[in-house]
């Protein structure tokens, strides 16, 4: 394990929902939904999962279709625009070399699991997606699934032209087969998840852009609106995982080090070392979240009790009065209760 754990914002879930009920309908979307114990389409694009937990869609969903090129299907759906202001500030560069600074001073807010990197070779540039996991099947998916959205980029300043080669690691042969028709260029196994190597010439191709103040995008823009941070310690890592799963009664120490593709063991020591314990943040994240629901909704607290891991109203009510100093009840009506915000 890293000493900061690999996270991803959820541009590409959306996305993924939407090709998984194209292709197999709503079934096949329940599904997967299941398997993760979460509703992936009600979770705002920004929001953060571990980067394993990512990969496992991508992997599960393109099982779910049989579709050994579920990530580049799934590419071909999406351009820069779908990864919000960062997208946005990209493609607001008046050339593509200052379009690639924008992406590279920004991807890190996006996800710490893949850089961009740029290499110029002098005749040729490779523009290369670096992975910090393993390429496996769903890492493999998700570098598909950015890659064709940076072809499309790259496109948008040099024209309808095609790349020299692409580059791919882990394919087998019928897959290359099959994206060099898609793509119509030489599709070669790599080393790297996925690279795209292009004229230098191109870096210097440019578009016009809308050069309005009030509606240009900055850096300070996409700062904003990618959050929350992405976690740089263990603890924080290990909320944003049980923030997602607080209505399981079952999640515990193995869930959370399977999410960040660590052993329990290494998690646990992670977590003395930071002077944190799991049981500890565990009962404070559902005490906090159920001061959410009684503050913000007109859910029962038995309702509550059920959404932040309870299956026993008596035991939330105990929990509940030993953390906060009074029974859920009586804390909502002791001057804690606000209108429900409207929808």
């Known amino acids: 394990m890293s000493n900061q754990a690999l996270f991803s914002r959820i541009s590409g879930f959306g996305p993924i929902v939407a090709l998984l009920r194209e292709r197999e309908g709503n079934r096949a979307v329940e599904t997967l939904q299941s398997q993760f114990g979460l509703s992936l389409e009600t979770l705002p694009p920004q929001h953060l999962v571990s980067f394993n937990t990512m990969a496992d869609a991508f992997e599960r969903a393109s099982r779910l279709i049989g579709d050994p090129?579920?990530?580049?299907?799934l590419g071909t759906k999406m351009d820069a625009s779908t990864y919000g202001p960062m997208g946005e500030f990209a493609l607001g560069a008046d050339k593509l070399v200052n379009s690639f600074r924008r992406l590279t001073s920004t991807m890190a807010l996006q996800s710490n699991s893949v850089r961009l990197i740029v290499n110029n070779g002098g005749t040729f540039v490779d523009a290369i997606l670096r992975y910090g996991s393993p390429i496996d099947g769903g890492v493999w998916h998700h570098a598909m699934h950015v890659g064709i959205p940076l072809i499309k980029l790259i496109q948008s300043y040099a024209g309808e032209v095609s790349p020299i080669e692409i580059g791919i690691a882990g394919a087998d042969a019928f897959v290359r087969r099959n994206l060099e028709d898609a793509f119509g260029i030489p599709v070669v196994r790599d080393a790297e998840a996925f690279r795209i190597r292009f004229p230098t010439s191109w870096l210097f191709a440019s578009k016009d852009i809308d050069r309005n103040p009030w509606r240009m995008m900055t850096r300070g823009d996409v700062v904003r609106h990618l959050h929350p941070t992405l976690p740089q310690t263990v603890t924080e890592a290990i909320e944003q995982v049980v923030r997602l799963r607080l209505n399981d009664q079952t999640f515990n120490l193995d869930d959370i080090a399977l999410a960040l593709g660590a052993s329990r063991r290494t998690v646990q020591e992670r977590l003395n070392a930071e002077g944190s314990s799991f049981r500890d943040m565990l009962l404070r994240l559902r005490m906090s979240r159920a001061q959410e629901l009684l503050t913000?909704?007109?859910?029962?607290?038995?309702?509550?009790?059920?959404?932040?891991?309870?299956?026993e109203q008596a035991s939330f009510h105990r929990a509940f009065a030993k953390h906060v100093g009074r029974p859920p009840g009586a804390w909502r009506s002791h001057g804690h209760r606000e209108l429900a915000p409207s929808a």
């Not at 090129?69 to 299907?73: A, Q």
């Open 296 to 311: 913000q909704t007109d859910m029962s607290v038995a309702e509550i009790a059920q959404v932040v891991g309870y299956s």
């Open 69 to 73: 090129l579920f990530g580049y299907h």
